[in-house]
RNA sequence: GCGGCCAUAGUUCAACGGUAGAACUUCGCGUUGUGGUCGCGACAAUGAGGGUUCGAUUCCCUCUGGUCGCC
């Protein structure tokens, strides 16, 4: 660990158990953690613009080494100042390094690849060898030959200019059989030196790096992967990879590898965003968490609420909202909440019209992000209670952050 | 008035005389380092009445309702 880093600095300023509230510093600014990071794939949170995300309240979003690659390159990105300048974002960027694509586009999706599904619709196929030196895969745009390794990952993401970039890894399946498993870890190690040998000699100097923890749902693997990356003198640390079949199996890999990890080191879970998920990562005490989850649910119809007895989801495409007159939440400060009701956002929902996007990208960025903010708040009155009523339930976070 | 064509699921269309299928809609389930409108499943139909046939959505007749053309 180099937690000394003039790139990265993180302060710890109040725990509650494993939980902590603290601050990362980058070069773009401040992130208050713990915090949600959004999605922002292709160089654009989808449906808002850079400045809606900011007036959110969001100090970090996340954007796509693999994507940004294949279109429209890094160095149309570099000509622009970078992502920063590209789409218009001041605060503060992470990029990943498209290990996890590698993954996705060699086994389908997470969930799908975990119930034994394929995904049709993916871009499964296109990837044509995974191999020491890095990825051979075929663009989903035009089908032209590609490759990734470590070294052009890095590459990339310093002309994409983040300010934090996450190492190139393998994204090891759930199928996958422990000896596979292992030795994927044991790659994904190498990759990271040969990631932080690149950034070393080529890397922007205020470019944070962050390793990644593999090792599956092996607890020796996990404890192995925790000690590498812990030992290799990266600037923060991301928990990744498959983290089971289920939510208990994956708080048993989250409780076994977050302790292994240094203390003083920020902490990210890749992937992660269910409700209820954050804050049992909370509780373990990890501080940044990026997803998919809240914009695709909205792109799809489904709002978030606090609801523990629906998953915390509402969705606006099932039947039954004509002539509600009640918002999305009760108290929610987004637009979508001030302005609109249930059978309006309804309508637009199932119509398929942008406004219902935005509007629910709106809210469900907006309920995450108080969120995390009650829960800090809640840290720091040592408070802090991932499946206490005050904050599943009820108006809740509403009230508590006002 | 005469002649032609048509009538299948909520809608738009399939189906040699041999188990009536699909798309959209509707309803339900799913989505965790993004799927820019996604995946899975369910409900749901031969206009009415006769006839021929082992068997009719299919062939014949009548009726009803459309539609096009001609006086």
Not at 124 to 142: L, P, T, W
Not at 178 to 205: I, K
Not at 302 to 322: C, I, M, Q, S
């Amino acid at each position: 660990m180099r937690t000394d880093s003039q790139r990265l600095s993180f302060d710890i300023e109040a725990c509650d158990g494993a939980a902590r509230a603290g601050v990362l510093r980058t070069a773009h600014g401040e992130i208050q953690t713990p915090a949600f990071i959004p999605l922002a794939t292709k160089g654009t949170v989808r449906s808002l613009e850079s400045s809606e995300v900011a007036e959110i309240g969001y100090e970090l979003i996340l954007g796509n080494t693999y994507h940004l690659f294949v279109s429209p390159g890094p160095d149309r990105i570099a000509a622009a100042g970078g992502l920063h300048g590209f789409m218009g974002w001041d605060r503060a960027l992470i990029t990943d390094s498209g290990g996890f694509q590698v993954f996705s586009l060699a086994h389908g999706g997470v969930a799908d690849e975990v119930k034994g599904k394929g995904r049709p619709g993916g871009d499964r196929g296109s990837v044509v060898s995974i191999g020491e030196e890095g990825v051979h895969f075929r663009s989903y745009r035009d089908g032209r030959a590609l490759f990734i390794s470590p070294e052009v990952s890095m590459e990339v993401q310093a002309k994409l200019g983040s300010d934090i970039a996450l190492v190139f890894d393998e994204c090891t399946p759930y199928h996958a059989d422990r000896d596979y498993t292992a030795g994927s870890m044991e790659r994904t190690h190498r990759w990271l030196d040969r990631c932080l040998e690149w950034h070393g000699e080529h890397g922007p100097a205020q470019q944070a790096v962050f390793g990644i923890v593999q090792g599956g749902i092996h607890e020796d693997l996990r404890r192995a992967s925790a000690q590498a990356i812990s030992e290799a003198g990266v600037d923060g640390i991301a928990i990744g990879g498959t983290l089971g079949r289920d939510k208990q199996e994956m708080r048993g890999v989250l409780e076994l590898t977050t302790p292994l990890l240094p203390e003083a080191a920020p902490k990210h879970l890749l992937g992660i965003g269910d409700i209820d998920d954050l804050l049992t990562g909370i509780g373990l005490g990890l501080d940044v968490f990026d997803c998919a989850i809240p914009t695709r649910l909205a792109r799809h119809g489904t709002a978030l609420v606090p609801d523990p007895e629906n998953r915390f989801r509402l969705d606006l495409r099932k039947a039954g909202y004509e002539g509600n007159r009640d918002p999305i939440a009760d108290g929610c400060p987004c637009s979508a909440c001030q302005h609109h009701d249930r059978d309006y956002l309804s309508y637009l929902s199932r119509a398929e019209e942008l406004t219902a996007v935005r509007l629910l990208c709106l809210h469900n960025l907006t309920y995450l992000n108080e969120l995390v903010t009650h829960a800090r708040t809640a840290i720091g009155a040592g408070s802090f209670e991932p499946y206490s009523a005050s904050i599943l339930g009820g108006a809740a976070p509403w009230e508590a952050v006002a």
